[in-house]
């Protein structure tokens, strides 16, 4: 399985914008998937994860409220509705999957390792 990001862009502060996160391959529907971001000259956070069926989601506290994930199965997608976007929400978004839907919500730099990464789409928000 490989995940492709996309949709980011350049947004005014206040407005919506949906990323996706497309997986190329068979088994996606085994993984849970999260959302990551990383902001120039800061480390990669992590944003929100869903479980494999869709029927679990977790946000980060700074994004709990705005943003909401979501996946469709059978498209092989994992979407990220960012909502009331803040200057602070400028960075690369980056997608990745793991069998393990804990190890997507507690991962941490240099904590472990998770099983695939897409590459990044950048999302900027100006003020």
């Known amino acids: 399985v490989q995940l492709q990001a996309s949709g980011g862009g350049l947004v005014q502060a206040g407005s919506s914008l949906t990323l996706s996160c497309k997986a190329s391959?068979?088994?996606?529907?085994?993984?849970?998937v999260g959302w990551f971001r990383q902001a120039p000259e800061k480390e990669r956070e992590f944003v929100a994860t869903i479980r494999f069926s869709g029927g679990a989601t977790f946000e980060s506290n700074s994004v709990r409220g705005r943003f909401a994930i979501s996946r469709d199965n059978a498209k092989n997608t994992v979407y990220l509705h960012m909502n009331d976007l803040k200057s602070e929400d400028t960075a690369i978004y980056y997608c990745a999957a793991d069998s393990s839907f804990a190890a997507i919500r507690t991962w941490k730099p240099g904590k472990h390792t998770l099983q695939l990464w897409g590459q990044g789409t950048l999302v900027t928000v100006s003020s």
């Open positions: 391959g068979r088994g996606f529907s085994n993984y849970a």
